[in-house]
C-alpha cells in the first residue's frame, strides 16, 4: 500500500521555521521524483520545490527562492522541507508528491497545514 504522510506543519510566527518531513512507504522511494506542493485557500496547488531520484538536482518556484531548502534520504525513505523566513502568504496545506519519470504513477499524501500569522 503507497503511503506518504507529512508531518511538520503548524503556527509559526513571520521570520520563523518550520522543518516539513514526508515519509514514504509502498514504492521504490529512489526511483521517483518528490516535490513539495502546496495550496492556499481559494487558490490552485502549486508546486514549491522538487528533488530529482538521486537528489542531484533541485528545483524551487521563484516565492520560495533562497528561503527553502528540498532534501532527501533514500536510504529512510524521507523527503524533508526546511522553511525559513516565513511569511503570512507562505500559509498553506503543503503536501508531499511523488512521480516516477516516464510513467503515470503519481502518489499524493493528505497535506499539512502551514499557517504563519503574527
Known amino acids: 500500500q503507497v503511503q506518504l504522510v507529512e508531518s511538520g506543519g503548524g503556527l509559526v510566527h513571520p521570520g520563523g521555521s518550520l522543518r516539513l518531513s514526508c515519509a514514504a512507504s509502498?514504492?521504490?522511494?529512489?526511483?521517483?521524483?518528490m516535490s513539495w506542493y502546496r495550496q492556499a485557500p481559494g487558490k490552485e496547488r502549486e508546486l514549491v520545490a522538487g528533488?530529482?531520484?538521486?537528489?542531484?538536482?533541485?528545483n524551487y518556484a521563484d516565492f520560495v527562492k533562497g528561503r527553502f531548502t528540498i532534501s532527501r534520504v533514500n536510504a529512510k525513505n524521507t523527503v524533508d522541507l526546511q522553511m525559513n523566513s516565513l511569511k503570512p502568504e507562505d500559509t498553506a496545506v503543503y503536501y508531499c508528491?511523488?512521480?516516477?519519470?516516464?510513467?503515470?504513477?503519481?502518489?499524493w499524501g493528505q497535506g499539512t497545514q502551514v499557517t504563519v500569522s503574527s
Open positions: 509502498g514504492f521504490a522511494f529512489r526511483m521517483y521524483t
Open positions: 508528491s511523488a512521480k516516477r519519470p516516464l510513467t503515470s504513477n503519481n502518489y
Open positions: 528533488i530529482t531520484s538521486g537528489g542531484s538536482t533541485t
